[in-house]
């Protein structure tokens, strides 16, 4: 079985600062890891994901995550937060041969302007 | 660029009564998802649907849930005898290919039901 846990269901940072948004899995095999971001009224957007190879993931919008198996983690950061990354942000596992997405249960991020 | 829809984007309805919420996937893809989120909760994988038929579904999928493809272009999630704890927002999703390493499952903006 894979799970996710979202650190912090509210994350308000001001504009300018570091993002910084926590994800910690669990999974019995090699996990694929995705940030997915909602805004609203609209449907989930993928921003980037893990699969294998580089441990470091470039996304859209100047987001990036790094794969850290040994602290089974796949954190999100942006170095310099934005009004538009306003929005809420989910992480999700899956795995090879897996057609299903695990979800945490989000955290919405707030900037301060 | 495409986007999946869904329809309606508020169901408000009586326990007990039936309900369908609809999606249109986007149109080249071949797999498609139901997902909820109960306020508060996780997002969680109710089913997918491939080739006309379930190819995978979640604990929660009873008996009271149904999918069907009833045409060439809309994707339907019947909940048959609704239920208090039904009340969450509904995600419908589709893909290319269906595995979710290799490829990209985009979701609608959800449908909020609402059971009283």
């Known amino acids: 079985a894979q799970s996710v846990t979202q650190l912090g269901s509210h994350v308000s940072v001001s504009e300018g600062a570091l993002v910084l948004l926590r994800c910690n899995y669990s999974s019995s095999v090699p996990p694929y890891l995705f940030w997915y971001v909602q805004y609203p009224n609209q449907g989930l957007q993928l921003l980037l994901k893990?699969?294998?190879?580089?441990?470091l993931v470039k996304g859209i919008n100047g987001f990036e995550a790094e794969f850290k198996k040994s602290e089974t983690s796949f954190h999100l950061t942006k170095p310099s937060a934005h009004m538009s990354d306003a929005a809420e942000y989910f992480c999700?596992?899956?795995?090879?041969?897996?057609?299903?997405?695990?979800f945490g249960t989000g955290t919405r991020l707030t900037i301060i302007p | 660029e495409p986007e999946v829809t869904q329809t309606p984007s508020h169901q408000v309805t009586q326990m007990g009564q039936e309900v369908i919420l609809r999606c249109v996937p986007i149109s080249n893809h071949l797999y498609f998802y139901w997902y909820r989120q109960i306020l508060g909760q996780k997002v969680e994988f109710l089913v997918s649907f491939y080739n006309n038929e379930i190819s995978e579904k979640s604990e929660i999928f009873d008996d009271q849930f149904s999918v069907e493809r009833p045409d060439g272009s809309n994707f339907t999630l019947k909940i048959r005898s609704t239920k208090l704890e039904d009340s969450a927002m509904y995600f419908c999703?589709?893909?290319?290919?269906?595995?979710?390493?290799?490829?990209?499952?985009?979701f609608g903006p959800g449908t909020r039901l609402t059971v009283l």
């Open positions: 999700a596992v899956s795995a090879f041969g897996n057609e299903k997405l695990t």
């Open positions: 893990y699969t294998t190879g580089a441990t």
């Open positions: 999703a589709s893909s290319e290919v269906g595995q979710a390493g290799t490829d990209t499952q985009y």
